[in-house]
């Protein structure tokens, strides 16, 4: 798995969490979706993404997004 597939994976798990969380919990688990939006958002723009930097130092091979 590249970085690129792990960061996605990571905001998917993330997003289906939330929405499950929403379901059987608290509609202010939908804060954490818009977080896990709003960073990919931002991640697309600036080309700065914090998972790629944690995923990266755990040694995951490098992807084409970010280098």
Do not use: K
Request: with cysteine.
């Amino acid at each position: 798995m590249n970085l690129d597939r792990a960061v996605l994976l990571l905001a998917g798990t993330m997003t289906l969490l939330s929405a499950l969380l929403v379901a059987l919990l608290s509609p202010w688990w939908l804060l954490l979706t818009a977080f896990v939006g709003l960073n990919l958002l931002q991640s697309s723009i600036t080309g700065f993404c914090p998972a790629a930097v944690i995923f990266r130092r755990l040694g995951v091979s490098g992807g084409c997004a970010f280098r």
